[in-house]
């Protein structure tokens, strides 16, 4: 017989079942508005540092490897602070502080009028913003834990989707237009990006003090040990992505011999990342079922397997080969890796966890580049390649050996009242 109180559980729970996925869908959109604008623009930086007045060529990837780590170093600085003041104030006003503060710095680097008017304005950039990790935050808070690796995976594709639509659109645009009309465009888009999560967005945020679930932190999950493996992969893993940012679009030059060299490189960067997309979400479901362990050491090797032969490619069919290959094994590790921390640590601490693991990500993302473009500098374009895939390989191996979860965390308030009414 079906009681009331059966009934009231089912509508709350369908309303629960509802209510997350609305939110998880408007910060998608968000996201993808804001990763097509940031893609608009940062694949084809070497070429607008070169527009700014650096004439040595040898220089060119070594001011754009120094521009990606001003924004890189500053993340690094401030997503734990970001992260705090979201577990305090709220996930969705820390995510409306990232997309209007990041549009008006990416607006005004269209400005810039020399190359250090453009690393000073990537450093408050970075400091300003972290859309990925505010998007994790929010996604992770309002996501029962069984579906996390897959509204993760989805919150992937947003990046994925960004990035191969945006270089794409990017590229003929700074062919046709110039390089600063694409910071214009990506200002308005991160605007727009703002407003869908200010209208759209719904959280029901629980102050610290009314939290339930009580400081289940990574260290108590991970361990010593495990916690500095575990931040080591996320550093190494971005570190080993971006290592080749600086150069890429040079090196693709290169291999085109200067046909359009911009509208090339965004249709290799849109086929890897359309390859990645798809990934993220199959991998998302599948480390649901198989443990994201599991799955992260698969896809950090596999990675490594298609990044190497990228410094033997001789044409860009190969490198359109290569680039989906790797998309299509390396796209589920990011969300992979978030729905792992966001399933075994407790709810009132994911702004701190996300903060600490997206600050040793970003640490990456700020040495990479650098590295990289040094890198390139004495040896080539060929050989920073090679770096990239033995850096995956010692991730996988990280994974492997340390990362091990010793427990899940104690269900969300919202998930203790859907149980409870049954």
């Not at 932190?217 to 080591?232: K, N, T």
Request: proline share 4%; charged share 10%; glycine share 14%.
């Amino acid at each position: 017989m079906v009681t009331q109180q059966h009934l009231e559980a089912d509508e709350a729970e369908d309303s629960l079942e509802s209510g997350w996925r609305r939110t998880v869908w408007a910060v998608w959109f968000a996201h993808l508005l804001a990763a097509i604008g940031f893609s608009f623009v940062m694949p084809f930086l070497p070429f607008f540092v070169r527009e700014l007045g650096v004439a040595d060529e040898r220089l060119v990837s070594a001011w754009a490897g120094l521009a990606m780590f001003a924004a890189g170093l500053s993340l690094t600085i401030f997503q734990p602070i970001w992260g705090s003041l979201a577990d305090r104030y709220g996930r969705k006003l820390m995510l409306q502080r990232a997309m209007f503060g990041g549009a008006v710095m990416i607006a005004l680097m269209g400005l810039s009028q020399t190359v250090w008017h453009l690393v000073i304005l990537r450093f408050i950039q970075g400091a300003l913003t972290g859309t990925g990790a505010a998007c994790n935050t929010l996604v992770a808070s309002v996501t029962p834990r069984k579906h996390l690796g897959f509204a993760m995976g989805l919150l992937q594709t947003a990046i994925i989707v960004g990035n191969s639509v945006g270089p794409w659109l990017g590229g003929v645009v700074a062919d046709s237009y110039g390089y600063r009309i694409p910071f214009y465009i990506c200002g308005v888009l991160w605007v727009v990006a703002g407003l869908v999560v200010l209208f759209l967005a719904h959280e029901e945020f629980v102050s610290p003090e009314d939290h339930a679930a009580g400081n289940h932190g990574l260290r108590q999950v991970f361990g010593g040990g495990g916690l500095a493996a575990l931040l080591g992969t996320f550093f190494l893993t971005a570190f080993a992505v971006t290592f080749v940012g600086p150069i890429f679009p040079l090196f693709v030059e290169r291999i085109a011999e200067g046909a359009k060299a911009a509208t090339v490189t965004g249709q290799l960067m849109g086929a890897g990342g359309l390859a990645a997309g798809i990934s993220c979400l199959v991998m998302g479901r599948i480390s649901d079922r198989l443990g994201h362990r599991r799955v992260l050491v698969i896809s950090s090797a596999g990675s490594a397997l298609f990044s190497i032969p990228h410094a033997i490619a001789q044409s860009t069919g190969q490198l359109f080969g290569l680039r989906i290959g790797w998309g299509l094994i390396a796209g589920g590790g990011g969300p992979v890796m978030n729905a792992m921390i966001g399933s075994n640590v407790s709810s009132d601490m994911y702004g701190r966890a996300f903060g600490i693991t997206t600050s040793a990500m970003c640490l990456g993302f700020a040495l990479g580049p650098l590295a990289g473009g040094l890198l390139a500098s004495v040896t080539g374009l060929r050989w920073p390649f090679v770096v990239m895939g033995a850096l995956q390989l010692a991730a996988a191996a990280l994974i492997a050996v340390y990362v091990r979860p010793n427990g899940r965390a104690m269900p969300r308030q919202d998930e203790t009242h859907t149980v409870a009414a049954k």
